[in-house]
């Protein structure tokens, strides 16, 4: 019903930038949320940035102040805007969204994820 797909990931030395996007398509009535999650070896996927289904927004604390999450609505796509990356930073990061698909059904749906990685 719902794709997403990630762009954007690399390998950046730490203090770079990189900016990631995620283009949803397919049966989408709305998008009433939509951010990153990110996860490293031998950790916990964790949330990176998000836009509530409110609007608003939300950050990780480790990347308050360096990141950045923006959106496209025209192009069903958000962004992630990423500066003064750090070793710690490295990690799969995923695209996930809460979409309306149709009346009363709201699905959750994951991007394949794209590999960000910092070197020190």
């Known amino acids: 019903q719902v794709q997403l797909v990630e762009s954007g990931g690399g390998l950046v030395q730490a203090g770079g930038s990189l900016r990631l996007s995620c283009a949803a398509s397919g049966t989408i009535f709305s998008i009433n949320a939509m951010g990153w999650y990110r996860q490293a070896p031998g950790k916990e996927r964790e949330l990176v940035a998000r836009?509530?289904?409110?609007?608003?927004?939300n950050y990780a604390d480790s990347v308050k102040g360096r990141f950045t999450i923006s959106r496209d609505n025209a192009k069903n796509t958000v962004y992630l805007q990423m500066n003064s990356l750090k070793p710690e930073d490295t990690a799969v990061y995923y695209c996930n969204a809460q979409v309306r698909v149709a009346y009363s059904s709201i699905i959750g749906s994951w991007g394949q994820g794209t590999q960000v990685t910092v070197s020190s």
């Open positions: 836009f509530t289904s409110g609007g608003s927004t």
